[in-house]
């Protein structure tokens, strides 16, 4: 099964009000390519409809934020939902080496919580765990992940 993906961001003719859907890789190629072009005021948020909600609000039991750099090539993920195994919890994305002159990326704005340097993965390591999610619809094993306290 394949999944839509609605992406939560911003650019110079779109607000976050209204999510754009994404059912192709080239639509995710786009929408990566404009989260780099256009800087974000807040995190992007991923989540997918097809997917089970919660409450009368009916949020989604799942779902990304993703810091990315502003004309950069790297981002951070934060998950949360079940992982392929049926584990409930909350993620961050982490990196093989941390990057050492790694831009700083927020989980969240107005708080100033930061994605750690450990948690900033290539661009194209974001959109291939994207990708994974759109397939599985549980957080992408393609990815290393370690615990986060709070999405």
Do not use: N
Request: aromatic share 8%; charged share 25%.
């Amino acid at each position: 099964m394949s999944y839509t993906l609605d992406v939560w961001y911003y650019t110079d003719t779109h607000d976050a009000d209204e999510p754009v859907s994404v059912r192709s890789e080239s639509d995710l190629e786009l929408v990566l390519r404009e989260l780099v072009e256009h800087e974000q005021p807040h995190p992007t948020q991923v989540s997918a409809p097809e997917l089970p909600t919660r409450g009368l609000a009916e949020i989604p039991d799942r779902m990304f934020k993703i810091g990315v750099a502003h004309r950069g090539e790297v981002g951070a993920m934060l998950y949360f939902g079940p992982t392929s195994e049926g584990v409930e919890g909350i993620w961050m994305t982490r990196a093989d080496e941390p990057a050492g002159d790694a831009p700083t990326l927020y989980r969240d704005v107005d708080s100033r919580r930061e994605f750690p340097a450990d948690a900033v993965l290539p661009l194209s390591s974001v959109g291939k765990a994207l990708r994974e999610f759109q397939s599985t619809g549980v957080r992408p094993d393609c990815v290393q992940w370690q615990e986060a306290d709070t999405f």
